[in-house]
């Protein structure tokens, strides 16, 4: 990463080192002499844990060579170290007890000869291998040596010799719960020691680079135009916690304005730290491998500044204007100081009409009162930037790049036809009639403005109305049912029916209504006659003399008894309220319960016990019912005052009670 540059005179030692936390490794360019053409590499090394930035293919595991190149395939980046406060156990998931190995005495299987003591405890115990049914289990000693190595996985440590747990003893995993991690794993620790580093120096050419910690350590350097590689062919590492002079580098033919380490690129890319830590080698074998590190790299060695506010030029936004601290409000790499034209347009008024894009958030732009430019891309009228940005819908895109000048939704079903939002559009040609159903053709048979597509009545004139009456402009047909049928076309508006059936042909005579069989009472009548106004047509009227207002069923006849369920809740017993009113005239009410599914049924005797009306009868589950009886019998007509009874029976008990019934 390239650091802010300053500038130093004489013999140059530049070096701003910016860190984020604390990494593992830090390089910083120091004592620049261009005149005698040599600079030192400084490095600081210390211990700590490694982590790829995205925590995904953060996984300690035998795969962690795989894991590594994805981590860099995937950020663009080296893994990284978060800050040093963690320690390896906390770092670094560890496994502990395994015993693999270890001595058996005493076993014999009677169908081997010459049998061999056993290398494990499973076949010690069990030598024939029958769960002991034959042969003499020995004795195991476990091997009191130290296990090595022990595995580093979970699977591994709970099955170390891989063999669903036949043989050997699990070991205890121990996880880390303090460090991010991926699968039950963590990063990997780096010891701090430094095995081999690699660091290009774009502007020079490198002739030779020596001493400091790199040739204490035997490192065997390698020179190649601006790059400097450095390892060590016996194994030696430069120390955990060291700080001083990695190497002192000349070079020749110093180009631009500053010196800078190259951009870290990755494993394959020209500036790189590695480590030696403890793992698996490819191979499977215990050993150091080489681990890729995070580093910090120290800023620039800066030889110009032309405009003397310590930036170096190659880096400055605004070489020429002072302008430290390299403002650029609209990132375009020209600084606000040279940015005079347009200093929130990332494009700079590329369509040149004098009118300046905002291309900051629109918060920004507001706060700012920064010019928009309602067409970025068109010249948007005579491009002086008074008379330019005519946007006649309101909708933010000017009419030079607008797709609907008239529709601010532009065409939101995309038929290629626009709609017109404006406030008055007389003066506008080719409306969309269907404004959210695409309908390219715009067919209109009965030609009120509205488009069959979306035409709820598209046979009859039915323009949008206000249906309810809120004096706001209307923006839909009047359907009252909600069945997408029209009221000036729907054969039972009030009624949810949108196949509309209204059947015609049938056997007892002809429906001439044109009602919908939905809302038809009368499905073989004519519905418009009610001469006892009970809500059921002359035509297939029962009781065409029924009382005006009385409760009537389907056929015009008067109920003799309306039954109600009034309670869900399971009643002890069945049982029987006192009539109320009572005295009644002419309608009373009547409560029971019903503690058990059953068989009930109510009925009403004179006091010469003939029966006058059945008010219940029939299976009725648990809860507490209400019957209204109107002083009808059963024959439908009105019975005289007096004294009746009314008798309760179900397959446990009969209950009786008086009523009196007074005209």
Do not use: H
Request: glycine share 10%; charged share 20%; net charge negative.
């Amino acid at each position: 990463m390239l650091g802010k540059n300053i500038t130093i005179r004489g013999i140059f030692i530049a070096i701003l080192f910016i860190t984020m936390g604390v990494s593992q490794v830090s390089l910083e360019i120091k004592n620049v002499d261009t005149e005698a053409g040599t600079l030192d590499i400084y490095i600081t090394s210390a211990a700590a844990c490694s982590f790829c930035p995205v925590d995904t293919y953060n996984n300690n595991s035998i795969d962690w060579f795989d894991e590594k190149d994805i981590c860099e395939e995937n950020t663009d980046t080296t893994w990284v170290s978060y800050d040093n406060s963690y320690t390896e156990a906390e770092c670094w998931n560890t496994c502990s007890g395994v015993i693999t190995e270890g001595t058996c005495t005493g076993a014999d299987d009677p169908a081997v000869a010459e049998f061999s003591q056993p290398d494990n405890e499973a076949d010690c115990l069990d030598p024939a291998g029958d769960n002991n049914a034959t042969g003499t289990p020995g004795t195991w000693v476990a091997s009191s040596s130290t296990d090595y190595p022990q595995p580093f996985t979970e699977l591994d440590c709970s099955d170390p010799n891989n063999d669903i747990n036949e043989t050997g003893t699990p070991g205890t995993w121990s996880q880390s719960t303090i460090v991010p991690s991926i699968n039950g794993n963590g990063g990997w620790w780096f010891d701090g020691e430094v095995g081999g580093f690699q660091f290009k120096l774009p502007g020079v050419a490198v002739t030779g680079a020596s001493g400091g910690m790199a040739e204490d350590s035997d490192f065997l350097i390698s020179i190649s135009t601006s790059i400097v590689l450095g390892f060590s062919l016996s194994g030696t590492t430069i120390p955990s916690g060291y700080s001083g002079l990695l190497t002192q580098v000349s070079f020749t033919a110093f180009e631009g304005n500053s010196i800078c380490f190259g951009e870290d690129t990755g494993s394959g890319g020209s500036t790189a730290i590695t480590g030696l830590t403890p793992g698996l080698t490819p191979n499977g074998d215990l050993g150091l491998i080489s681990l890729y590190l995070g580093t910090d790299w120290g800023g620039c060695y800066c030889v110009t500044d032309s405009d003397g506010d310590e930036v170096c030029d190659t880096d400055d936004n605004c070489p020429a204007e002072i302008n430290s601290n390299q403002l650029d409000t609209d990132g375009d790499g020209a600084g606000d100081a040279c940015d005079t034209t347009c200093p929130y347009d990332a494009n700079n008024d590329s369509d040149d009409d004098g009118v300046c894009e905002c291309t900051l958030s629109d918060n920004e732009c507001t706060e700012l009162e920064a010019a928009d430019d309602n067409c970025p891309g068109t010249k948007n009228g005579s491009g002086d930037g008074e008379d330019n940005q005519l946007d006649t819908d309101g909708d933010g895109a000017g009419d030079a790049c607008d797709e609907c000048i008239n529709d601010e939704f532009n065409d939101v079903d995309g038929d290629g036809v626009c709609y017109c939002t404006l406030d008055d559009c007389s003066a506008v040609t080719d409306i969309d009639n269907c404004r959210l159903v695409s309908n390219p053709l715009q067919e209109n048979s009965d030609g009120d403005t509205l488009g069959d597509a979306c035409d709820n009545c598209p046979g009859v004139d039915n323009e949008r109305t206000d249906c309810d009456e809120d004096a706001l402009t209307p923006d839909e047909q009047c359907d009252a049912d909600g069945d997408d049928v029209g009221d000036a076309c729907d054969n039972c508006p009030g009624v949810d029916n949108p196949n509309q059936e209204d059947t015609t042909e049938i056997t007892a005579g002809n429906d001439p209504d044109f009602v919908g069989d939905a809302c038809d009472v009368c499905a073989d009548f004519d519905d418009s006659e009610d001469t006892d106004s009970d809500g059921v047509p002359d035509g297939c009227d029962d009781c065409s003399d029924s009382a005006s207002g009385a409760t009537v069923d389907e056929t015009g006849c008067e109920l003799t008894a309306a039954i109600s369920q009034i309670g869900s809740n399971l009643p002890a017993e069945f049982s029987i309220s006192q009539n109320f009113p009572n005295p009644f005239n002419p309608v009373t009410s009547i409560t029971f319960d019903v503690a058990e599914m059953d068989e009930v049924s109510l009925i009403v005797y004179d006091l010469t016990g003939k029966e006058v009306a059945t008010l219940v009868s029939g299976t009725y589950t648990p809860g507490t019912y209400k019957v209204e009886w109107n002083a009808v019998n059963n024959a439908g007509d009105g019975i005289v005052s007096g004294m009746y009874i009314y008798r309760y029976i179900s397959s446990e008990k009969a209950i009786t009670r008086k009523m009196l019934y007074l005209k």
